[in-house]
């Protein structure tokens, strides 16, 4: 998989204002940089003529006290202009905090994958070739209204289908994100994957591609991976991402291994869709053109928590995780700070809340979180909404109430804006 960049410590930039308070109704204002005056003309009047407030500059360093200044709400660049590493520019107005929200669209002539893979790296969050259509700028532009995040099964550790599960869904672990109507990244093949799987077969015109990032292969998070259909349908590509546990047991051998004819009677030979396995690490990487970052969690072998930033904004996606009281011998507070850097400003975070805190006790090393620990720790990452995850076998529907309730009453002890809600099955949820 050749276009795949892994930069570690990766600057963070999450930690600038995280919301400018802009009014809704007011129009979105653009900064245009680009030193040809002709497609500044073009780009300006397409703009304006689609409610846009713009302002462009043909010099860099103008464009570049403005930007700093007005905080747009997108910056299109252009990446080769005289006397600028456009990339460097890109880079330096990223790690700019007072931006964090500000998208930043690259223009260019330039269309190889690897300069595409490079502006993502340096923390592009669009990317137009030129010469574009009208409507492939104004898709970019308002790419971030297409972020949907879907819930195909929301349990821990066992499917639990039957009365207690009625009202939020008995499925193991499985949610997928679709970016920009084409892109479509799953987390985790638990027994929800097969809820997912008959939706797209029914749904599916012609080709299907996605990413399947895995989180860690406890049985809850691929057991249904065989019964991910689209696996079986020629011309689908299915790209699997996820730690490997160790250097003999690669992220290919731990999904062959569960469907190697004594466990399941189908081997991964059957599939008649591209399928790639690669083993992901803590870091960061572009994939499918959107920057994904990972962080090794608190859980028994290695297991990935996942952050996706796309058009602005930005969904978590952490379980299993155990968080220790501070009063314990395993509390890391080197940890915990990593975790609300990773997790920082997130406009989703799901999170395992595996347990009341009265019962956790019990589970010291289960590798799980109460859900005490996961408010303060949504609070203190200034999180806008935190879905409960990855419920107690044992919990039924109305102990799932009452743990968000418990969470509610907590964040609102903190006065934080976080606000927390349960995750359910088939229900779709926008950043
Ligand atoms: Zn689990
Ligand atoms: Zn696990």
């Known amino acids: 998989m050749g276009t795949r960049y892994w930069i570690m410590n990766h600057s963070d930039r999450t930690d600038g204002p ?11 204002r653009v900064i245009i940089v680009d030193d040809d005056p002709a497609a500044l003309k073009l780009e300006t009047r397409l703009l304006e003529d689609s409610g846009w407030e713009v302002k462009s500059f043909c010099e860099p360093e103008v464009a570049r006290e403005a930007i700093s200044r007005e905080i747009p709400d997108v910056v299109l660049l252009d990446l080769m202009m005289p006397g600028v590493d456009g990339m460097a520019f890109l880079s330096e107005l990223r ?25 993502f790296e340096n923390g592009a969050d669009g990317y137009v070739i030129k010469p574009f259509t009208p409507e492939k700028m104004l898709k970019e532009l308002e790419g971030a209204d297409d972020f949907e995040v879907t819930f195909w099964g929301i349990r821990g550790t066992l499917p639990r289908p039957g009365n207690l599960s009625i009202k939020y869904g008995g499925n193991t672990s499985c949610v997928s994100v679709r970016l920009s ?33 895995i989180s860690h292969p406890h049985w809850d998070h691929i057991n249904a991976f065989p019964f991910f259909v689209p696996l079986y349908i020629p011309g689908n590509e299915i790209s699997l991402y996820g730690p490997s546990q160790g250097a003999a047991h690669s992220l290919r051998k731990i999904m062959a291994d569960q469907m190697d004819g004594t466990y399941f009677p189908v081997t991964l030979n059957e599939f008649s869709a591209k399928v ?11 994939i499918d053109g959107v920057k994904v970052r990972t962080m090794l969690l608190s859980h028994p072998g290695n297991c990935l928590g996942y952050r996706i930033d796309h058009g602005g904004r930005c969904f978590c996606y952490i379980t299993d995780n155990e968080l220790f009281p501070e009063d314990s011998q395993y509390y890391s507070e080197d940890f915990r700070q990593r975790l609300i850097n990773f997790i920082s400003g997130a406009d989703i975070l799901v999170h395992d809340t595996t347990y009341f805190d009265e019962e956790y006790p019990k589970k010291v090393l289960w590798g799980h979180s109460c859900v ?34 418990e969470a509610h009453k907590i964040l609102r002890s903190l006065g934080s804006d976080t606000k927390c809600f349960i995750a359910r099955e088939k229900s779709t949820v926008t950043p």
């Open 372 to 405: 005490g620990l996961v408010a303060k720790l949504a609070h203190d990452a200034d999180v806008k909404r935190w879905y409960l995850f990855h419920h107690d076998p044992d919990h039924s529907d109305a102990d799932v109430e009452r743990k968000c309730f």
């Open 95 to 119: 790690n700019i905090p007072a931006l964090n929200r500000t998208r930043m669209i690259v223009v260019t002539a330039k269309s190889f994958a690897a300069d595409v893979d490079k502006a």
């Open 181 to 213: 109507k084409e892109r479509l990244f799953i987390f985790d093949a638990g027994s929800g994957i097969k809820e997912l799987s008959d939706h797209i077969m029914a749904t599916r015109k012609g080709k299907f591609k996605a990413n399947l990032m």
């Open 276 to 286: 790639s396995y690669d083993d992901l690490v803590q870091g960061s990487c572009v």
């Open 18 to 28: 995280a919301d400018k308070g802009l009014d809704e109704s007011s129009p979105k």
